[in-house]
């Protein structure tokens, strides 16, 4: 039974209004990324969200927008957030979803956005010695001479 | 050559044929039933297991000389030391595990009655030399400075008396049958009363559990349990010294069911004094193989229809199982000799 | 002996794919756990960047090697759902079947890696042998054993025919009576009892924390299955349950499996009975419009989900996998504290890890050697062997 | 009932039957008809659109200039066998045959014109 968003646009009254629906099970709600938190925990408390599916972020090309993903009775409930490209960092959601903890660190990894308040930010997929930059910001370039 | 000559007599009393040529003796301990069967036995052994167990799993299998190829491939390779390895025992513990096999399987009886050399007290010998490769793996382990070598080697030793008790208990209980501790006397006798066999049955499923975790099958493959610990002691083994340590391993296999089938299912017996003398250790010669194999294609069963079990379940397992009822054979064999049973 | 930094991986055999688990024990007990992942990091993600939609077909089924149809089904509907196409109701049973299919393979491949990791091998050479049945089927419909490549945006590339539909229903049967006696052996081998039975246990609590999926949170009593909260293809229409225990320990999640892998045979069952005519595949433009989309799927070893950004050209934007391993993994970790070291293979094995699928990324060279350089032996060992010193290993 | 060696009975059929893997390359199990093998390239059907060499997600078929006109050439070096080049060919040139055993000694020898 997918989840109602006329019950998501209510209780998110207060942070937001810009919510968008193409189907019943996709939910995409932006929020500034200062009422991230704020966002994540009414949703934990008023839907009894349990699940992250995961986090994605992106280079947008101005920003970088980082998308995290809830699933809640099969509805895919995604809160967009964005960050400057001179100030990468979001605030980290391990303390209410620990199950983030790798997710956080693969974006960290990857795209160099910094989870603030995340314990662990060891690389996760590149090597550790891994000097090349951020490879999945659109401005990165493969190091020279690759194979 | 006297000394082998005094030996032989002594040894071939059994069937009655006296004034053996030595050669024969050289014969005796270099080529039948000496080194080489037991080398070539043992070879076979490994092939057997492997293709019974591929064909069990619906494989082909390996092809004949398998074994030997790999023996010989393994020979040929580089013998590597580790830095961290404590040279002298890292290197010694192969040829201990292989001499004290080898050593072992002389007091075997295969052909007559006796070993190369009977006295009393030749089967705790025999249990002694048994235990050797056990201690020269765990030797090989600890010393070979790896951490899987280090901790398969305390595996070896932790686990080495939840076997060895019930192992030592179940084969003395044929002895207690006959009140000697002498194979001679225990097959000698079986030869007399093959209805004792019947009494021992227990002991002989005892054994052959036991046995195989003496020789680390499965469920009992604990020190080298391949998805925990890689290879446990073998794990810094290669070239030469990894062929002698499988080598002393197929060894094992033999000596330990050819123990087994001597104790418990009366080696050579029945014993035909067939003339010449030569028939008649042809004749005890195969009987024993065939028994020998019936015990290996026991173990390779229990092998292929089972999981590892841990450390902890498999003392529990002796303490439990293996332990209390070798007493109870024991108990019964002692109220049969009370009742004068036999 | 004190306490023991043992590392199980990059490369052991209980692992079939290179990561790393250090795992400190005391005595034989387990006490911490600490992961490290990305050794097949091979940057997919980025390169799918650089390619065409058609061409990123087949490189999204590489991701994994097993359950690489999960993924392609996720790339095919995420672009349809930004062309915003229906796909014809045949195309939509043949992936159903397809998917299912793969769980099929997938399920007893599993069974048979578990077996293997607590020494049961004449368990995983039947589970493996049935198994080939099911991949005889997958190649006899899509013409490969492991990438099917079946799909085509916009519906699927071939089409089955009346013979593949009769061999397809005797294979079910031949499967459902060996996966009886399967579970018959499963639940009632001792020994494989003594192995499964209260290790590895997660509590629903802690599964949920770390919002793990698939058969390992089923295993521990959570209901959750895309297919039937989301149903996608054609779920909607199948009748079938979702199999959940609440022992929620190893056996728990061989039970959900073998359980699991009867109701997939009625799916198949279903599916063929039911195949609906028509077409198979519909006409789609090369360029897609600017949009996202999100799609997931059951895989075989749980929610596997995808996001796609497209920008109105041939090549999308940004496209994010998530594979059920990296959802399961830090329940791992929950998972072996306190456990055996003979326990840790078949806990890891439990949650069917799929390192390969879950590194996707990335990698051109060790950064701090020159890139491109082949390094020379001894160096790469002189660097193992630092590397190893850093982290305190005795080698 | 729980016992261990559950599996004895059906161990010691089957220790009398026959394996179920075969001795490849004595043996040999004949793959399905539509197997996605080595394909087959008919040179007069071709158009030289190069819709195959565009599609090719691993640059395995490319176009090279062969009498004056542009045609693909197959490298199953760096084939993924996906089949996507038969699928996206207009006039069918391109087809995909049951052949899978491709091995060969030189790098560049197993060439599809």
């Not at chain 2, 069967?37 to 619906?58: G, N, P, V």
Request: charged share 20%.
């Amino acid at each position: 039974m997918p989840a109602d968003i006329n019950r998501i646009k209510e209780i998110l009254q207060s942070v937001t209004t810009d919510i968008q629906s193409k189907t019943p099970t996709r939910v995409f709600v932006s929020v500034p990324r200062n009422d991230l938190i704020r966002t994540v925990n009414i949703l934990v408390s008023e839907l009894g969200v349990q699940h992250l599916s995961t986090i994605t972020a992106l280079d947008a090309g101005t920003v970088f927008e980082v998308l995290y993903h809830f699933l809640v009775n099969g509805t895919e409930i995604t809160i967009r957030t964005s960050c400057p490209k001179d100030d990468p960092s979001v605030e980290s959601i391990i303390n209410i979803f620990p199950g983030a903890v790798l997710y956080e660190r693969e974006i960290h990894d990857i795209l160099g956005i910094v989870p603030n308040g995340h314990p662990d930010l060891r690389r996760l997929v590149l090597p550790e010695d891994w000097v090349g930059g951020y490879p999945l910001r659109k401005d990165w370039k493969p190091p020279e001479g690759k194979e | 050559m006297g000394s082998f000559a005094c030996v032989w007599n002594q040894m071939v009393r059994g069937t009655g044929v006296e004034n053996i040529d030595p050669v024969l003796a050289l014969i005796y301990l270099l080529i039948f039933p000496g080194v080489f069967f037991l080398f070539a036995f043992s070879l076979f052994t490994e092939y057997m297991d492997r293709k019974l167990y591929a064909r069990i799993q619906r494989r082909v299998g390996p092809p004949f000389l398998q074994p030997f190829a790999d023996l010989v491939k393994l020979a040929s390779k580089e013998d590597i030391i580790p830095e961290k390895a404590e040279g002298f025992m890292f290197t010694a513990a192969p040829l201990f595990a292989v001499a004290a096999i080898f050593a072992a399987y002389l007091y075997l009886p295969i052909v007559t009655t006796t070993g190369l050399h009977s006295f009393n007290g030749d089967l705790v010998v025999v249990l002694y030399l048994l235990m050797i490769p056990t201690l020269a793996m765990f030797l090989g382990g600890w010393y070979s400075g790896n951490v899987f070598g280090q901790k398969g080697g305390m595996r070896v030793a932790s686990l080495l008396f939840s076997y060895e008790i019930p192992f030592f208990l179940a084969l003395l209980s044929p002895a207690l049958v006959e009140g000697s501790w002498k194979m001679a006397d225990i097959v000698s006798f079986q030869q007399a009363h093959p209805l004792a066999l019947v009494v021992t049955v227990l002991g002989f499923g005892i054994a052959v559990v036991s046995l195989q975790g003496k020789l680390e099958r499965l469920p009992f493959d604990i020190p080298e349990a391949e998805t925990e610990i890689v290879a446990g002691p073998l794990v810094e083994y290669s070239g030469r010294r990894l062929a002698l340590f499988r080598l002393a391993r197929d060894a094992e296999m033999v000596v330990g069911a050819g123990l087994i089938s001597v104790v418990f299912l009366g080696g050579p017996m029945p014993l035909l004094s067939l003339q010449p003398v030569y028939l008649s250790w042809a004749l005890g010669g195969v009987i024993f193989l065939l028994k020998t194999l019936f015990v290996v294609l026991l173990l390779i069963l229990i092998k292929s229809a089972v999981a590892r079990i841990r450390t902890d379940q498999m003392i529990s397992f002796a303490y439990k199982w293996l332990i209390p009822l070798t007493f109870v054979q024991i108990f019964i064999i002692i109220i049969i000799r009370y009742f004068g049973g036999i | 002996m004190a306490r023991v930094k043992l590392p199980i991986g990059p490369q052991h055999p209980a692992l079939k794919e290179p990561e790393n688990f250090t795992i400190t024990l005391d005595g034989e007990r387990v006490v911490d756990v600490d992961i490290r992942i990305g050794y097949t990091h091979r940057g997919i993600e980025k390169l799918m960047e650089s390619r065409t939609y058609t061409q990123n077909l087949y490189l999204v089924e590489r991701i994994c090697g097993i359950c690489s149809y999960a993924h392609v089904v996720n790339f095919t509907q995420n672009v349809e759902s930004v062309l915003g196409v229906q796909i014809p109701k045949r195309a939509e049973y043949i992936r159903t079947l397809v998917l299912e299919l793969e769980r099929l393979h997938s399920h007893f491949l599993w069974l048979g890696v578990a077996g293997h990791e607590i020494g049961f091998d004449t368990l995983f050479m039947y589970t493996w042998q049935d198994r080939e049945v099911v991949q005889d089927l997958l190649e006899l419909i899509s013409g490969n054993r492991v990438n099917y490549a079946m799909n085509a945006i916009g519906g699927v590339r071939r089409d089955l025919s009346d013979d593949h539909r009769k061999k397809v229903l005797e294979g079910m049967d031949y499967l459902e009576k060996r996966t009886a006696y399967d579970k018959e052996v499963a639940i009632n081998e001792k020994t494989i009892l003594a192995r499964a039975e209260n290790v590895g246990i997660l509590k629903p609590k802690i599964a949920l924390k770390y919002s793990a999926v698939g058969p390992t949170v089923r295993a521990s009593g959570v209901t959750m299955d895309i297919r039937k909260d989301d149903p996608y293809a054609s779920y909607a229409e199948i009748p079938f349950d979702v199999i959940t225990t609440d022992t929620c320990d190893v056996l728990g999640r061989i039970v959900v499996r073998v359980l699991e892998v009867f109701e997939s045979i009625k799916i198949i069952r279903y599916l063929m009975e039911h195949l609906p005519a028509g077409d198979v595949v519909m006409k789609v433009p090369r360029k897609i419009p600017v949009g996202e989309s999100i799609s997931h799927t059951e895989a075989p070893r749980g929610e596997d989900i995808h996001y796609l950004r497209a920008n109105g050209t041939e090549r999308p934007d940004r496209y994010k996998v998530r594979t059920p391993t990296m959802a399961n993994l830090p329940a791992i970790a929950e998972m072996l504290k306190g456990s055996y070291l003979a326990d840790v293979p078949i806990v890891i094995a439990a949650i069917d890890p799929c390192m390969g699928c879950m590194d996707r990324v990335l990698l051109l060279k060790e950064g701090s050697e020159t890139p491109g350089d082949i390094i020379p032996w001894d160096r790469l060992r002189a660097y193992g062997i630092k590397w190893y010193a850093e982290r305190g290993w005795k080698i | 009932m729980k016992v261990p060696g559950k599996m004895l009975p059906k161990i010691w059929v089957y220790m009398f039957k026959k394996p179920v893997t075969v001795c490849y390359p004595k043996q040999r199990l004949t793959p399905p008809k539509n197997l996605r093998g080595k394909m087959k390239f008919y040179i007069e059907r071709c158009i030289s659109c190069g819709l195959c060499a565009r599609d090719c997600p691993s640059t395995a078929c490319q176009m090279y200039e062969i009498d004056g006109k542009k045609r693909p050439v197959f490298d199953l070096d760096y084939c993924t066998f996906c089949a996507q080049c038969a699928e996206s060919c207009p006039k069918d040139a391109i087809e995909m045959t049951a052949e899978f055993e491709l091995a060969h000694y030189k790098k560049g020898e197993a060439i599809v014109k």
